[in-house]
């Protein structure tokens, strides 16, 4: 993996003093990081009977429909706040400082439907945990949560009740 890590740009002090952005558009701009990352992913759900593959806005747009692709299940978008143009069921969760909203369509997820929710990042884990509250209130089982990067430090597992949870690239801090 130490070979994808050298592929993502670090990026001091963005978007604010203080923060280090992983920046993953130039794991992405290169042919070989971005088919291992989708590859890797599907050698590690492959055989788990997922039916649908759900990506978070925006960044998790990038890796779900290739890897549903891969896995030969659909894909589901989940969105931003009046961006699904169908009837919508929505969650609002907690940020660190404020709140944020989540969308799905009504019938993207039936009864029973295998749901692996993918994204780039899991941090503190809201967003993703809030994802898996919206399969489970439409009727699905979440089969588990992928990432390409995981920021340890910021116990976004704590957030995820022991589900699986498989992230590729690990930064401490």
Known sequence: M?????LVREIPDFPKPGILFYDITTLLKDRHGFHEVIDRLKAHYEGCGV?????IEARGFIFAPALAYALGAGFVP???PKKLPGECVSITYDLEYGSDSLEIHRDAIGE???VLIVDDLLATG???AAATQL?????GTVSGLAFVIELTFLN??????GRDVYSMLKYDA
């Open 51 to 55: 039916d649908t593959v759900l990506g």
């Open 126 to 128: 809201g967003t993703a």
């Open 135 to 139: 399969v489970e209130r439409m009727g």
């Open 78 to 80: 989940v969105r931003k």
């Open 156 to 161: 976004g597992r704590e957030k995820l009740n």
């Open 112 to 114: 029973g439907c295998r």
């Open 2 to 6: 130490d070979n994808l890590k050298t």
